[in-house]
Antibody, heavy 124, light 108 residues
Framework: QVQLVQSGAEMKKPGASVKVSCKAS????????ITWVRQAPGQGLEWMGW????????KYAQKFQDRVTMSIDTSTSTAYMDLRSLRSDDTAVYYC?????????????????WGPGTLVSVSS | EIVLTQSPATLSLSPGERATLSCRAS??????LAWYQQKPGQAPRLLIY???NRATGIPARFSGSGSGTDFTLTINSVEPEDFAVYYC??????????FGPGTKVEIK
């Protein structure tokens, strides 16, 4: 069964960093990569960035460009999202998302394999 | 960055009625638009991709249309399990691949 399993909830203080992990079973990062999406409480979905396991090619949303690093450890089939200089408005559920159904056309693929999400709470 | 606008913000319907949700892009996304459904406490689920194709296992009452900048998700005869938030999502131009703010379909 193809699935993504994420690390547990985190509580951080403003200015700290958080590293969320996403371990894959039956999913190969080198094929479609991993997208990270976050959702603040009661709010919509926000696309943060994408990483491909092949040469760790990345694309980040400009909003996060200076604070985020996405990485992949192919030896453990685990992707990571590291967010620095946390603020209270970074409080959100962070999802890793892959391409499970192969819905691909044109320039890429639609993500449809969602991890369960990791709640990151930032508060002093 | 392409901005997606969804309307209405909230749609109040009775089971059996038709739901029509709109998504407008600030510039053309061709047909590279998807619709996701999200229920409380759950991750989103892909319903429609490439504007009009249903994902595997999605009931036929869900249909999508449009291209360029204007898109529609229609739910024919809304079922009780369809009450949720619906997001449109473009992957024509990145980064970022943006999401719309969502439309909540609620029970009237």
């Amino acid at each position: 069964q193809v699935q993504l399993v994420q690390s547990g909830a985190e509580m951080k203080k403003p200015g700290a960093s958080v590293k969320v992990s996403c371990k894959a079973s039956g999913y190969y990062f080198t094929t479609y990569g991993i997208t990270w999406v976050r959702q603040a409480p009661g709010q919509g979905l926000e696309w943060m960035g994408w990483i491909n396991g092949y040469r760790e090619n990345t694309k980040y949303a400009q909003k996060f460009q200076d604070r985020v690093t996405m990485s992949i450890d192919t030896s453990t089939s685990t992707a990571y999202m590291d967010l620095r200089s946390l603020r209270s408005d970074d409080t959100a559920v962070y999802y890793c998302v892959g391409v499970g159904g192969g819905y691909c056309s044109g320039p890429g693929c639609y993500v449809d394999l969602w991890g369960p999400g990791t709640l990151v709470s930032v508060s002093s | 960055e392409i901005v997606l606008t969804q309307s209405p913000a909230t749609l109040s319907l009775s089971p059996g009625e038709r739901a029509t949700l709109s998504c407008r892009a600030s510039q053309s996304v061709s047909s590279y638009l998807a619709w996701y459904q999200q229920k409380p406490g759950q991750a989103p689920r892909l319903l429609i991709y490439d504007a009009s194709n249903r994902a595997t296992g999605i009931p036929a009452r869900f249909s999508g249309s449009g291209s360029g900048t204007d898109f529609t998700l229609t739910i024919n005869s809304v079922e009780p399990e369809d009450f949720a938030v619906y997001y449109c999502h473009q992957r024509n131009n990145w980064p970022p691949f943006t999401f719309g703010p969502g439309t909540k379909v609620e029970i009237k």
